[in-house]
Every structure is written in C-alpha cells, then in structure tokens.
C-alpha cells in the first residue's frame, strides 16, 4: 500500500475513533424489514374490533407509514404474495410513502405461512445493506398470525441470523397462545386489535438506535 494511502487511512481511523466531538449517530441509518404474514388465516376476524386480521394489518400499517422518521430504510416482505419481486411488496431502501401505501393496500391474503424463508429473505437484504454501511441499525420485524409451516427451515435459519447481529421482533397477531418465537427473538408482542398491531410496530421501530444485548431474547407481552 502507498503511504499515501496510509495517510488516509490514518486519518479517518483519527476522525471516528479518536476524537470525541464526533457524532457517530450523524452517519447512521436505521433499516428495518417488516415481514408480513398473509396467509389465508389471516382473512378471519380479529376478536376485538377491526374486522378481518389482513384488513387491521393493512391500516395499521399504512398508519406507520405516515409516522416512519426520514432516516429509517423500510422494506415489506410477504410470506406468499409479490412473487414476481421474490416476495418484497416494498424493497428496503429510502421510504416512498405514497408508493408504500398503495401496495400495502392491494395486498390479499392467501396461502402457508413459510416463515423461515421470508426471514432469511429479509436478513439477507439486511445483511447486505450492513455490509455498505458500518453505521446503522437493523431490524427485521414479524407480524403473523400463527406458526411457520416450513419450521424445520424456520430453526436453521433462525440462530443464524441472531448471532449475526441482527435483532429480530416478533408481533403475534390475534392468536390464542404466544407464538413460538416468543422466547427466542429480542421481544414479542401480541396484538388483538387495530390499535395494539400499529403501537407494535411504531414502539419497536422506535427502539432502532438502542443498544440490545444479542443472544439474550427480550421477552415481551405487549398489554391489551
């Protein structure tokens, strides 16, 4: 290497790690891929009021479209629908509010629910927007309704990501019991209406930027 280049080196090694005036957080973006069931059962009704759980889903995420910060890169992924994109109803990247919230509203609910996959979709795109980025946050977020059918592909993939550092947020949707991911992911939470699945999402899209502590899942039941 020249010494040239050493130089620089040098001095950006000063700039972000020596001198203490320097903001770190002013680099960061936070990501975070939002992982949506729509499986057929999620055509049934929801308890509470709302109607059916896919209908709740959909205005309860448009509502955390319209209160996302600038800073944060989202991304929507579907376990059955938007094939022809390999699942991303919205790729991560900078929002497009407008353009979110159409898709989000043509969404029909249909089919299995292959958790596993749609993780390892999600935490590879993550995975690869950490690799362009050394500052930032990344955070994929589960919002279903009831267990994975592809549960073998589900616990391969499931300590993989963890222990890559990604931190992983379950929302179980109008269910009977906790979800199974209750206990191995950084929090879970359980939504029976409307308002409870958009307080959810906004609280955990809230925490990007907070220091979680990888390998011991937080449990957490969000009241109702």
């Not at 319209?66 to 059955?80: K, M, Y």
């Not at 906790?178 to 359980?190: D, I, K």
């Not at 959810?200 to 990007?208: P, R, T």
């Amino acid at each position: 290497m020249c010494i040239r280049s050493n130089i620089a080196l040098a001095s950006a090694f000063v700039v972000f790690t020596l001198i203490p005036s320097v903001d770190r957080s002013a680099f960061a973006t936070d990501h975070a891929v939002i992982v949506l069931d729509d499986s057929g059962s999620m055509n049934e009704s929801m308890r509470g009021p709302g109607g059916r759980k896919m209908d709740a889903a959909k205005r309860a995420l448009v509502k955390v479209i319209e209160q996302i910060p600038e800073r944060t890169q989202v991304g929507i992924l579907l376990l059955n629908g938007a094939r022809a994109s390999n699942h991303w109803l919205v790729p991560l990247g900078p929002l497009d509010r407008g353009v979110a919230t159409a898709k989000v509203n043509s969404i029909v609910a249909n089919g299995g629910t292959p958790l596993g996959e749609a993780m390892r979709l999600a935490a590879d795109e993550l995975l690869r927007a950490r690799s362009k980025s050394v500052y930032g946050t990344y955070r994929l977020i589960v919002v279903t309704d009831g267990e994975a059918t592809d549960k073998r592909a589900l616990d391969q993939y499931l300590p993989d990501l963890l222990s890559r550092g990604l931190v992983v947020d379950a929302i179980g949707v109008n269910m009977d019991q906790n979800h199974s991911l209750a206990t191995r992911v950084h929090s879970y939470r359980r939504a029976d209406d409307e308002a409870s699945l958009r307080n959810a999402i906004v609280e955990i899209l809230a925490e990007n930027g907070k220091p979680v502590e990888f390998g011991k899942p937080l449990f957490r039941i969000k009241p109702v």
